[in-house]
Protein backbone atom coordinates (compact mmCIF):
# COMPACT_ATOMS: atom_id res chain seq x y z
CA UNK A 1 0.00 0.00 0.00
CA UNK A 2 1.48 3.00 -0.76
CA UNK A 3 1.04 6.82 0.19
CA UNK A 4 -1.71 9.13 -0.40
CA UNK A 5 -2.79 12.54 -0.88
CA UNK A 6 -6.20 14.08 0.61
CA UNK A 7 -7.40 18.01 -0.32
CA UNK A 8 -9.15 20.03 2.00
CA UNK A 9 -10.89 23.61 2.30
CA UNK A 10 -11.24 26.11 5.04
CA UNK A 11 -14.07 28.33 6.12
CA UNK A 12 -12.58 30.66 3.77
CA UNK A 13 -12.88 28.52 0.51
CA UNK A 14 -9.06 28.13 0.08
CA UNK A 15 -7.30 24.73 -0.21
CA UNK A 16 -4.62 22.69 0.80
CA UNK A 17 -2.85 18.80 0.84
CA UNK A 18 -1.00 17.06 2.76
CA UNK A 19 0.66 14.08 1.73
CA UNK A 20 0.05 10.96 3.73
CA UNK A 21 2.47 8.31 4.13
CA UNK A 22 0.86 4.13 4.41
CA UNK A 23 0.50 4.23 7.66
CA UNK A 24 -1.93 7.59 8.09
CA UNK A 25 0.94 9.81 9.36
CA UNK A 26 0.86 13.23 7.46
CA UNK A 27 4.54 13.59 5.71
CA UNK A 28 3.94 16.87 4.01
CA UNK A 29 1.63 19.78 4.11
CA UNK A 30 1.05 22.32 1.65
CA UNK A 31 0.16 25.83 1.39
CA UNK A 32 -2.95 27.45 0.63
CA UNK A 33 -4.62 27.75 -2.36
CA UNK A 34 -7.27 29.79 -3.64
CA UNK A 35 -9.09 26.92 -5.97
CA UNK A 36 -9.13 22.87 -5.79
CA UNK A 37 -7.93 23.42 -9.25
CA UNK A 38 -4.75 25.22 -8.14
CA UNK A 39 -4.28 22.57 -5.22
CA UNK A 40 -4.31 20.15 -7.67
CA UNK A 41 -1.47 21.47 -9.64
CA UNK A 42 0.62 21.76 -6.54
CA UNK A 43 -0.04 17.94 -5.96
CA UNK A 44 0.81 17.27 -9.82
CA UNK A 45 4.35 19.40 -8.27
CA UNK A 46 4.97 17.28 -5.64
CA UNK A 47 4.13 13.84 -7.72
CA UNK A 48 6.93 15.46 -9.86
CA UNK A 49 9.68 16.91 -7.96
CA UNK A 50 9.56 14.75 -4.68
CA UNK A 51 12.44 11.83 -5.89
CA UNK A 52 14.55 14.41 -6.87
CA UNK A 53 17.40 15.13 -4.05
CA UNK A 54 18.36 18.68 -5.50
CA UNK A 55 14.53 19.93 -5.14
CA UNK A 56 14.72 19.61 -1.06
CA UNK A 57 15.94 22.13 1.27
CA UNK A 58 17.28 21.60 4.75
CA UNK A 59 16.09 24.11 7.55
CA UNK A 60 16.37 24.28 11.48
CA UNK A 61 13.40 26.25 12.81
CA UNK A 62 14.51 28.96 15.87
CA UNK A 63 14.02 26.02 18.77
CA UNK A 64 16.38 23.56 16.70
CA UNK A 65 14.25 21.55 15.15
CA UNK A 66 15.05 19.91 11.96
CA UNK A 67 12.50 20.59 9.27
CA UNK A 68 12.51 20.62 5.09
CA UNK A 69 10.76 22.13 2.42
CA UNK A 70 10.01 20.49 -1.09
CA UNK A 71 10.62 23.04 -4.20
CA UNK A 72 9.26 23.01 -7.66
CA UNK A 73 11.88 23.32 -10.68
CA UNK A 74 10.88 27.34 -10.03
CA UNK A 75 12.14 27.32 -6.29
CA UNK A 76 8.50 27.86 -5.01
CA UNK A 77 8.17 25.83 -2.13
CA UNK A 78 5.06 23.05 -2.86
CA UNK A 79 5.38 21.24 0.35
CA UNK A 80 6.73 21.87 3.92
CA UNK A 81 7.43 18.83 6.69
CA UNK A 82 6.52 18.44 10.09
CA UNK A 83 9.22 19.24 13.00
CA UNK A 84 11.45 16.54 13.78
CA UNK A 85 13.67 15.58 16.79
CA UNK A 86 16.81 14.86 14.96
CA UNK A 87 18.65 14.94 11.49
CA UNK A 88 18.12 11.07 10.71
CA UNK A 89 14.15 11.99 11.84
CA UNK A 90 14.40 14.13 8.87
CA UNK A 91 16.42 11.77 6.43
CA UNK A 92 13.76 8.95 6.96
CA UNK A 93 10.78 11.72 6.50
CA UNK A 94 12.68 12.77 3.25
CA UNK A 95 12.86 8.92 2.70
CA UNK A 96 9.32 8.42 2.94
CA UNK A 97 8.14 11.44 0.71
CA UNK A 98 10.50 10.26 -1.89
CA UNK A 99 8.70 6.98 -1.85
CA UNK A 100 4.86 8.35 -1.39
CA UNK A 101 5.34 10.99 -3.15
CA UNK A 102 4.51 10.27 -6.94
CA UNK A 103 1.27 8.13 -6.00
CA UNK A 104 -1.68 9.10 -8.22
CA UNK A 105 -4.03 8.48 -5.12
CA UNK A 106 -5.91 11.87 -4.85
CA UNK A 107 -8.79 11.91 -1.95
CA UNK A 108 -11.15 14.15 -0.67
CA UNK A 109 -10.48 14.61 3.74
Excluded at 14 to 40: C, D, H, P, T, W
Amino acid sequence: MSGHYEISSNDKGQFSFVLKASNGQVILRSQMYESKGAAQTGIASVQTNSPLDERYELSVASDGRPYFNLHAGNRQVVGTSQMYSSDDARATGIASVKTNGPSTDVRDA
